[in-house]
């Protein structure tokens, strides 16, 4: 049975003991070439704890309005593949549906990406990565869930390592339906999308910020071994 | 020789005409290259949204000098190469800050981005952008010989160091151009201009499948806009280079368009129709096949 905590809640729920962080990311001391020894503190010193900050528009509306129609015709998805669904976003790409004429192209990297589309189921062992790619995307971004999988869990509502709903753990702007959806529900989704980023409504990441707390305990219900950083900017 | 005040707003003019001309273009390009595959592609703006949403992302984190700087010197090679070259033969105007030697800085200013671009993505730390640096300093400093040969071949055949000098000799039809008058300099050239505009068969520096993006993996926002915006500049300062050297210059704008989409899709037809090399190949294609012939260029003049 999956837990989390409702928003405004205390954790009530039995804490968990904690393990011992992995040999590599406990803190060590080194010698360097020239006899110094100095302390390396591996999730200190790889990685910024400052916490996410909640970045307001701009102040003038018309110029907030004209970024948000930028950002709407030019979303940048990562392309993580994190379930099934990641093989209906091919044919995206490809002449038959072609993504790229609504100004939708595929980025490599979190750091340029603005659309985090979770395609699908997603265990607890891809959740971890999933939570520390959103972090690095930069803000505004957005996420898609993709299949009844990220909804309610689909047919892995039974499964001990499979979360059920993803907007406990990520601040959801849209959900699309189906199992697998097909690539024209997913270009209907994106154009959905589009439409929500125009009114202004695309504000995840400051969601994000404001509850931090909230989706921090509920990240860290399902993720154990939870030997990483509370946030990776 | 006079500094006129008046070349300043004729400069930023030429430049506003280059990004303008390079965001339609590329985005030409990119289309064309989307229609060989059977797609529609991106719309022909859709470059100035992207570079318009990425100045307006609201969160940049950095991570030290270098990263901040490497872009600027990135936009510095591609701005400053466009103004130190006359841009239309025979316009006072637009002619910019053209002098008698400029031939050797723009040869610096081609690969100063590429240093700049190394040191900013060498702080960012990350694995993938020092594999990406390595792959494409080896590749742009080999594909770096054959235009230097083919370049020191023009000078030693007009006897000068000066662009416009150069141009100057390929005036009167297009039979005096180097293109015919040193086939061999501007074959050399030709073969080292495929190496360095990022298409198919040498784009393994940013091989978005194996090193998702190569040295810009780190890159975002505004850093990455100003990238961008090198991009759209720094192919056309660079085919300005070729036209001026090989192909009798351009005497007005709409020659110097016509004549600039004509040297870009000499790359975007050999893009489109090869797949790509690894580095060592590519440096062995470049070692076998461009040297050779810029050697030649060299003892036949």
Redesign the interface.
């Known amino acids: 049975m999956e837990a989390f905590v409702k928003p405004g809640e205390k954790n009530r729920l039995k804490e968990r003991p904690e393990r011992p962080a992995k040999e590599e990311l406990q803190p060590r001391v080194v010698t360097t070439p020239d006899g110094q020894e100095i302390t390396v503190e591996p999730l200190k010193d790889y990685y910024?704890e400052a916490p996410p900050?909640v970045?307001p528009p701009a102040y003038f509306k018309i110029v907030e309005d004209?970024?948000n129609w930028?950002?709407a015709?030019?979303i940048w998805i990562l392309?993580f593949g994190t379930g099934c669904g990641a093989i209906e976003m091919r044919p995206l790409m490809?002449?038959r549906f072609?993504a790229?004429?609504y100004?939708i192209?595929w980025?490599?990297?979190p750091?340029?990406a603005?659309l985090f589309v979770i395609s699908g189921y997603l265990s607890v062992k891809t959740l971890k990565r999933a939570i520390r790619s959103y972090e690095q995307m930069?803000?505004?971004k957005y996420v898609v869930g993709l299949g009844s999988c990220t909804i309610n869990g689909g047919m892995y509502w039974d499964s001990y390592n499979t979360i059920k709903r993803l907007d406990r753990y990520l601040p959801v702007d849209l959900y699309i339906t189906g199992c697998m959806p097909r690539p024209e529900a997913l270009l209907a989704g994106f154009l959905e999308l589009k439409k929500i980023i125009k009114a202004g409504k695309g504000e995840g990441a400051n969601r994000y910020a404001e509850n931090f707390a909230w989706y921090k305990a509920n990240q860290k219900q399902v993720i154990h071994d939870w030997d990483m950083p509370d946030y990776s900017? | 020789m006079t500094f006129e005040w008046m070349k300043i707003p004729f400069a930023l003019l030429t430049l506003f005409i280059v990004v303008n001309y390079g965001l339609l273009l590329t985005a030409l390009m990119q289309k064309i290259a989307a229609r060989v595959g059977g797609r529609h592609g991106i719309p022909i703006y859709q470059n100035y949204i992207d570079l318009l949403k990425n100045y307006a992302l609201r969160s940049a984190i950095t991570h030290g000098f270098m990263f901040y700087l490497g872009p600027v010197f990135r936009l510095t090679g591609g701005v400053g190469l466009l103004l130190f070259v006359p841009i239309i033969y025979g316009s006072p105007m637009f002619s910019n800050m053209s002098f008698a030697g400029d031939l050797i800085l723009a040869l610096y200013f081609i690969f100063f981005g590429s240093l700049g671009m190394a040191l900013g993505a060498g702080e960012s730390g990350h694995p993938y952008s020092a594999i990406g640096v390595t792959r494409g300093l080896s590749q742009v400093t080999m594909a770096e010989l054959p235009l230097a040969l083919a370049v020191f071949a023009v000078a030693v055949q007009y006897q000068t160091l000066s662009i416009t000098e150069i141009v100057a000799a390929q005036q009167g039809g297009f039979l005096h151009w180097t293109l015919f008058t040193n086939p061999l300099a501007v074959i050399a050239a030709m073969l080292s201009f495929l190496g360095s505009m990022m298409r198919p068969p040498f784009d393994v520096v940013l091989a978005p499948q194996e090193i998702p993006i190569g040295p810009p993996t780190e890159y975002h926002s505004a850093y990455l806009a100003l990238m961008q915006t090198n991009r759209v500049i720094f192919p056309i300062a660079k085919i300005v280079i070729f036209m001026n050297l090989f192909f009798g210059g351009a005497s007005n704008w709409p020659v110097f368009f016509v004549k600039v989409f004509a040297i870009y899709m000499v790359s975007v037809l050999v893009g489109v129709v090869f797949p790509r090399f690894r580095v060592e190949q590519s440096i062995r294609w470049f070692m076998v096949w461009a040297v050779p012939i810029g050697i030649a260029a060299i003892l036949i003049v």
């Open positions: 910024c900050k970045h004209l970024f930028a950002r015709e030019s392309g490809t002449p072609d790229y004429r100004g192209q980025r490599p990297t750091r340029q603005n930069q803000n505004p900017w």
